[in-house]
């Protein structure tokens, strides 16, 4: 929205700052960081009010873990709320990957909510049926590989990149949107699985925006793409606001997501937030990227596959709980050890991504 005011610029002035995404992007990271800072302490409190019991809590879980009841749930709302003011006073609302991103954000968001909001309700943590979420989040990430298909550029639609080969290209014809859709729903649910622990999630969530927030510049611009030997995708630069806007959301709140949390971000924040993730990589072809940038989420959605059939099939489990950072809570590592150690990781490995712009 504020990108308008570029127009009233004769250059060389302060409106013409508008015209530039890193600026818009440092503008959108404060707005939604200075929403969290607002919003967080009162939207705590009213959701004190309406959730007598909080999040309930797994009787099968880490000891630990009974020490949490009564912390309120939905706090993803936070995050979202500060996004979407953001992205929508920031970036560009003539660019439909930033569409597409945002409503991919808020639809998966509203699934989270209502999953939440039934586990609240009946004051146990089944939600929404599995098969009800799985099935709303393939329409939703369907629509999403449709636009995306009708947006970019001929050459490269329904086109898998192949990273690190120069103009690599794997022509998925029909197959491309089907695998959209299993990229966006499957990080989505890859987030709410590791959506376990006070900060687990939130930090590489952020990790993982702020490297494709990077990629989306890069691929946005001519001379970038250019330069790196990476495939144009004009728009997408503006994706850059979005993933400020969600660092800004994330940050604020972690203020309150930190051990001990006041709140818990819920289905309502992980599901949104993962499929963000799904959708910016689809957009700006770097869906083979996001496996490695979000490598942690897929590593725990790994353990609770692997553990679910081994135990089908052999009556045994692979590991002492899944998903895996319960493993290593059942081993005895403290709580902030697995969170932080976690991070480490997911820094270690959005860096790899990173890297695999300039390793051609």
Not at 107 to 122: E, I, P, Q, S, T
Not at 257 to 268: E, K, L, R, S
Request: aromatic share 12%; net charge positive; glycine share 14%.
């Amino acid at each position: 929205m504020l990108y308008w005011l570029s127009e009233l610029s004769q250059g060389g002035d302060f409106f013409n700052l508008f015209r530039y995404i890193t600026f818009r992007s440092g503008g959108a990271f404060f707005t939604a960081l200075i929403f969290g800072f607002l919003f967080g302490r009162p939207l705590i409190n009213l959701l004190r009010r309406r959730q007598t019991s909080g999040q309930p809590i797994r009787t099968d879980g880490p000891q630990g873990h009974f020490a949490k009841a009564g912390t309120p749930t939905m706090g993803g709302v936070l995050i979202l709320g500060g996004l979407t003011t953001s992205t929508l006073l920031w970036a560009r609302l003539d660019n439909g990957y930033v569409w597409m991103v945002l409503l991919v954000t808020l639809g998966f968001g509203l699934v989270g909510f209502a999953d939440d909001w039934a586990k609240v309700r009946r004051n146990n943590t089944k939600g929404v049926s599995g098969r009800v979420r799985f099935g709303i989040g393939l329409l939703i990430a369907g629509a999403a590989g449709a636009a995306t298909v009708w947006m970019q550029p001929p050459a490269l639609s329904a086109q898998l990149a192949i990273p690190v080969f120069k103009a690599a290209l794997f022509n998925m014809g029909l197959f491309f949107i089907p695998f959209a859709m299993l990229v966006i729903v499957g990080s989505a649910n890859a987030v709410n699985l590791t959506d376990g622990l006070d900060g687990l999630a939130i930090m590489p969530v952020m990790i993982a925006a702020g490297t494709l927030g990077v990629i989306a510049y890069a691929v946005g611009r001519v001379d970038y793409s250019e330069y790196l030997d990476v495939h144009y995708v004009p728009g997408t630069g503006e994706l850059l606001i979005f993933a400020a806007g969600l660092i800004g959301g994330g940050l604020g709140f972690l203020w309150y997501n930190a051990p001990p949390a006041a709140v818990f971000m819920g289905d309502t924040g992980s599901l949104a937030l993962g499929g963000a993730l799904g959708a910016i990589a689809v957009a700006t072809k770097h869906e083979i990227v996001l496996a490695i940038v979000g490598g942690l989420f897929v590593v725990e959605a790994l353990s609770v596959i692997i553990q679910v059939l081994y135990f089908k099939r052999t009556g045994r489990r692979v590991f002492l709980m899944a998903p895996i950072h319960h493993h290593f809570e059942k081993k005895g590592w403290a709580e902030p050890q697995i969170v932080i150690r976690f991070w480490i990781i997911s820094l270690i490995l959005a860096l790899i991504g990173l890297a695999t712009l300039k390793v051609r």
